[in-house]
């Protein structure tokens, strides 16, 4: 059964784009903009975990999570907010917090950490694990697809296997140079398209030339799974 999380958060941008990420991992979202219509929906605990901003119309985050512990509500919660300092974060764990993660932020530090917090990311420390058609081997660094099978360069294996975790979202380029190559991005290296270029390589062979290969291109912006049309 897919997780349904809830997010509160008023800043649209911000809300769009959790909400977008959350979806394409599979998960099931509820969105509140303002404290007083979360903290109503919180305590009707309908969701398996709740997304927190602090600074909120009507009623503040703190305030909102020390009423939701104060009856005994114990739904997972993660704080997103852009207040860092040493006391907001203590405040936070101290008020019932489960999680506190500071923006910015990336997507799939949250969807992981909400796997975490739910104890459903088992999928992820499977040995073999498939996603779109692409199966993948962890202790081997074996790749299948379609008939072709082979064994994936460190930073190829690195880069389909980050892929994988959260199909149909975009990861920037910088995003996965940080991930893969632990360094930032520079406009100037393709690194992280040549890289593509091999897996596609190894994994696409004659007799699968006409199916689209799951890893897809988005022009611009990055590279994500593409779900659509696979079994």
Not at 72 to 98: C, Y
Not at 181 to 208: G, H, M, Y
Request: net charge neutral.
């Amino acid at each position: 059964m897919a997780m349904r999380i809830l997010l509160i958060e008023d800043e649209p941008k911000i809300a769009s784009f959790v909400c977008q990420g959350l979806r394409a991992a599979g998960m099931v979202v509820d969105h509140i903009d303002n404290g007083m219509d979360g903290l109503t929906s919180v305590l009707q605990a309908q969701h398996d975990l709740v997304v927190l901003d602090i600074m909120l119309p009507g009623m503040d985050g703190f305030e909102l999570l020390r009423q939701v512990r104060s009856v005994g509500i114990a739904t997972p919660l993660i704080v997103l907010s852009a207040k860092t300092d040493l006391p907001d974060r203590l405040l936070g764990f101290d008020l019932g917090a489960n999680d506190y993660l500071a923006k910015p932020f990336f997507i799939e530090e949250l969807i992981a950490r909400i796997r975490s917090l739910l104890g459903r990311n088992a999928s992820h420390n499977e040995e073999i694990f498939s996603v779109a058609g692409i199966t993948l081997n962890r202790l081997t660094r074996k790749a299948d697809w379609q008939d072709q099978s082979a064994v994936l360069s460190q930073r190829e294996f690195m880069l389909l296997d980050y892929l994988m975790r959260s199909p149909g979202y975009i990861f920037s380029r910088k995003q996965i140079l940080q991930h893969v190559w632990n360094f930032n991005f520079d406009p100037q290296t393709n690194v992280v398209d040549v890289c593509v270029q091999r897996i596609k390589r190894k994994l696409a062979s004659e007799k699968s030339s006409k199916a689209v290969f799951p890893i897809e291109s988005i022009r611009g912006v990055g590279y994500r799974i593409n779900q659509e049309g696979m079994s």
